[in-house]
């Protein structure tokens, strides 16, 4: 199954990624945002994840860059619309 593309706002700085977010806002009552920040000492960025249920991350997750941390993203934005249609698709059902 495949969903739209994240769309990302970088923010650069010395040609380096430092700030990149997401945020989805489906029909007003479904919302998921994700934040990278690069940690310069260790050269790890860090992907936080926000959201109801399951898409909330307390600790964030380290990716050595930040195409590695997007992917992640995307990763858990397509697990959590698969359990939404999974719900829906239940709902529709019964």
Known sequence: MKFKDLEWKDIMSDNVVVCSHCEIN????????????????ENKHYLYAFGKGGIRRLQPEKYDSVESAKNAAYRIYSNEMARIKKAVDFQLAT
Do not use: P, S, T, Y
């Open 26 to 41: 489906l029909c007003g009552w479904i919302k998921i945002e994700f934040r990278i920040n690069h940690e310069a000492e």
